[in-house]
């Protein structure tokens, strides 16, 4: 038996060393990928997930967040849920319900509070001075005022066979109040299947929604393609039938990993991934769409990881 770990952006990387460490001491997945999740929910300078997440057009800070447990498929979800320290955690429990494991705005926040789970403000003054200052802008320039979002999507193996995904985002930055994305959307934002593997997308989730590709990418994978052309299959036809009949295609990257820890990435921007295994130590890499539907990875390197740093805390007037 073997054991595997990847996950969504930089962002991801601290809370991915973590959780690494626990599936090679044989922890559960489950408490796993919730540990790695909540890493980055906790941490203010990530401004699309958790604490420091980027609020809604009107000032208040939604989150949609999702947990699936690949041996049996429960699933919980929660989506414009505010208030909640690790809306990740409030999924997890919710995917042991039999009944109401999707919960949404007043709702989901209420079961938070009710099941003892930490709340509080969760917009910091960093977050409420950028959406601020982005409110002027906008007016100004008449910008597209979605800018700014990512979702943090993990996917892990444990030493058992188990395998799980959760994610965890703030959305859009400025979205409408009520708006919810892909990844709290069983098929779009994350799907998984212990006998098979599992995926998860971050990007714009009004696309992702419509070729429900974390399901397309495990379905693949099903088929016998390795992660890698499972998500260059999934993700770059989808984008090649969205342009054509839809007319364009936002921003999407997937990341998968099978049964053996094996994994894939695809993606139509520039996207930056974490991901270990038994072979392999924590490592962040950089991928970006190649020539005939490939991808194309690499290292992270040191200056771009230093810039990285730099721009996440630069101050905000
Ligand atoms: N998929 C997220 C959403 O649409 C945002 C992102 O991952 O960039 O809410």
Redesign the pocket.
């Given at each position: 038996m073997t054991w595997g770990i990847i996950g969504t952006w930089r962002m991801v990387h601290d809370g991915l060393v973590a959780a690494s460490k626990m599936l090679q001491e044989n922890k559960r997945v489950g408490d796993a990928i919730e540990e790695c999740v909540k890493a980055v929910e906790d941490y203010p300078y990530y401004k699309?997930v958790g604490y420091g997440g980027l609020p809604n057009e009107e000032g208040i800070l939604e989150m949609?967040a999702a947990f699936m447990d690949g041996d049996t498929f429960e699933i919980g979800g929660v989506a414009g849920i505010v208030d909640a320290k690790n809306p990740v955690s409030v999924a997890r429990a919710l995917s042991k319900q039999k009944f109401n494991s999707f919960r949404v705005g007043e709702g989901a926040t209420k079961f938070a509070r009710l099941a003892g789970f930490e709340c509080g403000n969760m917009l910091t003054e960093r977050a409420r001075r950028t959406w601020e200052l982005r409110l002027d802008e906008v007016k100004k320039n008449n910008l597209n005022p979605y800018d700014g979002?990512?979702?943090v999507g993990v996917i892990g193996l444990d030493l058992s066979g188990s395998m799980a995904v959760a994610t965890s985002?703030s959305?859009?930055f400025m979205k409408k109040a009520g708006r919810v994305?892909?990844?709290p959307l069983s098929g779009s934002?994350f799907y998984v299947d212990s006998e098979i593997g599992g995926a998860t997308?971050?990007?714009?989730?009004?696309d992702?929604m419509k070729g429900c590709l974390s399901y397309e990418i495990v379905r693949l994978m099903g088929e016998g393609l390795s992660p890698q052309a499972a998500a260059d299959k999934a993700v770059y036809g989808f984008h090649h039938k969205l342009r054509k009949r839809y007319g364009k295609a936002g921003a999407f990257s997937l990341i998968c990993m099978n049964l053996k820890g094996e994994w894939g990435v695809a993606t139509n921007v520039d996207f930056t991934f974490s991901v270990a295994n038994e072979s392999a130590a924590p490592a962040i890499y950089f991928a970006k769409m190649g020539q005939n539907d490939t991808t194309v990875i690499e290292p992270i390197t040191e200056e771009w990881l230093a810039a990285y740093e730099k721009r996440i805390k630069q101050p905000i007037e």
């Amino acid at each position: 038996m073997t054991w595997g770990i990847i996950g969504t952006w930089r962002m991801v990387h601290d809370g991915l060393v973590a959780a690494s460490k626990m599936l090679q001491e044989n922890k559960r997945v489950g408490d796993a990928i919730e540990e790695c999740v909540k890493a980055v929910e906790d941490y203010p300078y990530y401004k699309s997930v958790g604490y420091g997440g980027l609020p809604n057009e009107e000032g208040i800070l939604e989150m949609d967040a999702a947990f699936m447990d690949g041996d049996t498929f429960e699933i919980g979800g929660v989506a414009g849920i505010v208030d909640a320290k690790n809306p990740v955690s409030v999924a997890r429990a919710l995917s042991k319900q039999k009944f109401n494991s999707f919960r949404v705005g007043e709702g989901a926040t209420k079961f938070a509070r009710l099941a003892g789970f930490e709340c509080g403000n969760m917009l910091t003054e960093r977050a409420r001075r950028t959406w601020e200052l982005r409110l002027d802008e906008v007016k100004k320039n008449n910008l597209n005022p979605y800018d700014g979002h990512d979702t943090v999507g993990v996917i892990g193996l444990d030493l058992s066979g188990s395998m799980a995904v959760a994610t965890s985002s703030s959305g859009l930055f400025m979205k409408k109040a009520g708006r919810v994305g892909d990844s709290p959307l069983s098929g779009s934002g994350f799907y998984v299947d212990s006998e098979i593997g599992g995926a998860t997308a971050t990007g714009l989730g009004e696309d992702l929604m419509k070729g429900c590709l974390s399901y397309e990418i495990v379905r693949l994978m099903g088929e016998g393609l390795s992660p890698q052309a499972a998500a260059d299959k999934a993700v770059y036809g989808f984008h090649h039938k969205l342009r054509k009949r839809y007319g364009k295609a936002g921003a999407f990257s997937l990341i998968c990993m099978n049964l053996k820890g094996e994994w894939g990435v695809a993606t139509n921007v520039d996207f930056t991934f974490s991901v270990a295994n038994e072979s392999a130590a924590p490592a962040i890499y950089f991928a970006k769409m190649g020539q005939n539907d490939t991808t194309v990875i690499e290292p992270i390197t040191e200056e771009w990881l230093a810039a990285y740093e730099k721009r996440i805390k630069q101050p905000i007037e």
